[in-house]
């Protein structure tokens, strides 16, 4: 969806003003497709510590190999939340209630949460649809996502009955006993920002600095922290069980959404749609986007991960670790055939290769370590997968998946 960069070329002392939208990937003539091609490589163990030694007990990897795991990613490949030089208040305003959002099925909440501290103040939206025939609080499923809550996308389908604009199934959700809440990715912080003088990070700034370090949050730390900070609201809605929050993204927001849910264990959940590189997809199979290619977006990830720019088998992760820090959780991936950008076949192994974290917690792995056909989704896990025939999008098929997957976990249906 925002895989358009827009390239503004102005030619200065001229009249003519020369503005392109395409693709970066468009540009390139060196990206791998082809499976035969893939390097041979191995994956770092994620049941082996930092020191050598295995990891074979829940205790073990709870309080030992766990923590390492975190600080690797927070260290190397997103970058930390900095603590910030003062307390930052949080208070949540109800900006506006709609008790009678379609046909009075649903109650819609714009909420705005203020942070503030001596540094400065920062806000941003989040909505949260409610199923007014609920009698006791709900498990919500909380999009990290590209929607500004101030544009059309949340009104009704005209052409889709029980859809919002954006494609999300809000008349399922409510009847089938779910929230919805919509984070809005880009109020404290830009999609692909560069000053990072806005938005949240001022209140982050020790007196002098003006840029996060090269260990500190990139763009996707930020994003999820927002998520973090919906769930702390939720958290004072009586209408929600903030205890069954399943978060969720596609694309940019489907790798916000595993690190955020890794790194935060309050969220149930986590479901994450053609999230690819920098999300679940395996870093050290290069097939599709790469590393350096994902770090054209200049801080997606923090200035650390750009030190891996090609050299993709010196990272002491992989993104099968990633995952497997939301164990023992249920975590969903979700693939489009012709999404072979996002490398979909890389994405399946990591959840594969999570499968032994899951497993020593008790948990179960996918049943199966070959890629599934199209359209045979891996549900009776505790790692949920499945490849839908397409591309780049969330569809109506990809919800029933994760409704599906939902209601086994969070409703024990
Ligand atoms: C670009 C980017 C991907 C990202 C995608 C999106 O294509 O390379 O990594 O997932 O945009 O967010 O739609």
């Known amino acids: 969806m925002l895989r358009k960069i827009i390239f503004s070329v102005v030619a200065i002392g001229f009249t003519s003003c020369v503005v392109f939208s395409r693709e970066l990937k468009e540009f390139d003539n060196d990206v791998n497709y082809d499976e035969a091609r893939i390097p041979r490589y191995d994956l770092p163990d994620p049941l082996v510590t930092a020191e050598g030694k295995p990891v074979t007990t829940a205790d073990q990897w709870r309080n030992i190999r766990r923590p390492q795991i975190l600080s690797l990613f927070a260290s190397f490949i997103y970058g930390a939340v900095p603590v910030p030089p003062d307390p930052i208040a949080q208070t949540y305003h109800v900006i506006k209630e709609d008790k009678s959002f379609m046909g009075g099925k649903v109650t819609k909440l714009d909420v705005s949460i203020r942070f503030k501290n001596r540094k400065g103040t920062a806000e941003t939206h989040v909505l949260v649809f409610l199923p007014n025939k609920a009698k006791e609080p709900v498990p919500a499923f909380m999009m990290l996502s590209f929607d500004n809550p101030r544009g059309g996308s949340f009104n009704l389908s005209s052409s889709r009955k029980g859809y919002l604009r954006n494609g999300v199934p809000l008349g399922q959700l409510v009847d089938q006993g779910y929230a919805y809440v919509s984070v809005y990715h880009g109020d404290l912080v830009g999609h692909n920002e560069v000053s990072f003088s806005g938005g949240i990070h001022k209140l982050f700034y020790r007196d002098g600095q003006s840029f996060p370090k090269a ?199």
Not at 292 to 317: G, Q, T, Y
Not at 379 to 405: A, C
């Open 215 to 413: 260990h500190e949050w990139g763009v996707l730390t930020a994003n999820g922290w927002t998520g973090m900070r919906a769930l702390d609201y939720l958290e004072t809605n009586d209408r929600v069980d903030a205890s069954r929050v399943a978060v969720m993204g596609h694309s940019k927001m489907g790798k916000a959404t595993l690190w955020a849910a890794a790194q935060d264990q309050r969220f149930a959940m986590a479901i994450s749609a053609q999230s690819g590189c920098g999300g679940a997809a395996l870093w050290r199979r290069k097939y599709g986007e790469t590393m350096s290619k994902l770090n054209r977006f200049p801080h997606w990830l923090s200035i650390n991960a750009r030190k891996f720019n090609d050299h993709e088998d010196d990272l002491p992760v992989d993104q099968h670790m990633l995952l497997s820090l939301i164990a023992p959780r249920p975590v969903y991936v979700a693939s489009g055939t012709a999404d072979t950008w996002a490398d979909p076949h890389g994405e399946f192994q990591s959840a594969n290769h999570a499968g032994p974290v899951y497993k020593l917690l008790g948990k179960k792995p996918l049943s199966t370590t070959k890629l599934p056909s199209p359209n045979q989704p891996l549900l009776d896990g505790d790692i949920g997968y499945h490849i839908r025939t397409g591309g780049h999008s969330v569809e109506p098929y990809d919800w029933q998946q994760f409704i599906k997957f939902a209601d086994r976990h969070l409703q024990g249906k």
